[in-house]
């Protein structure tokens, strides 16, 4: 395999965004453990399994957007030539018979939403991607991703009297969910390539409200004071990117929607890390979360990221 079909298979499968799949998985698994105890290994497996998804799932989106790329994009992969519809296909097949190999092999939980997933994948790539329910999809993805890493604990929760904790796991499911159906609905406007856009109170509430989530859960207690720290970081990031995308100068340009929408695919780590840091006693993990935005960043800057 040359150089350059490596590089394809790379800009294909999305690899900037690949890094920001851990800090769901993270931030599922410490928001939903009770005990205290990490399993490294386990964590790395749920990873792995979501990589492939969210891999597979691209490469399907890809597939489905092949008429529209050929005009559009025509140097992308699939539309090129470098790379065949009949090699994707079975890449991403592979990819979910790996995915859903591994969370056999890690529990009945892991394994039925690894199957929930797919089946939302597929749904969102060929169905709802164009529609009004596009961005609600994609949003229910990413929830189910951070289930996907809270799935070895759900056993124990759901048999025990641990209903706080479903609580402070559902909280930070829809922060989520709110957060990426905010980004999915402004990357409408970038696919469209409309010529200029200006953020409107809906798209500016979608991303205000995780940070109010992100208040509620650390007033009442679900997660430790150290919470406020990573609270005030992604308020600032959000604040920040509103206010670019706000900017009175002009009305956003195709450019730098892209750019905006980039940076906010970056802020899903920012915005993991809130809930990561505040688990347990896991406030260095926060940090440690912090080190995913190096290669989502850089790589960022060599391979697209929508």
Sequence with gaps: MSVQQIKDYLTLVRVPNLFTLPSNVLVGYLSSNIYNVIEINTIILVILSSACLYAAGVIFNDIADKQTDRKERPNRPIPSGRITQRSTIILALLLLVISITISY???TATLIIVLILIATIVIYDFVLKNSLLGPVAMGVTRLLNILLGASPNLSHLIVGQFDYVLYRLFLVCISEFVYVTGITALSKYEANKIPSFQLGWFHALLFISPIIIGIYAASIGFFNDTTWIYLFIFGSFILFMLKIATSSKSMMTDLTLQKIIGLLIVGII???????????????????TY????????????????
């Design 105 to 107: 092999f890690i529990s």
């Design 291 to 306: 080190v995913l935005l190096v290669p989502t960043i850089l790589l960022g800057k060599r391979f697209y990221a929508t």
């Design 270 to 288: 920012i915005h993991d890390a809130v809930y990561i840091g505040g688990s347990l006693d896991s406030w260095y993990l926060g940090m440690c």
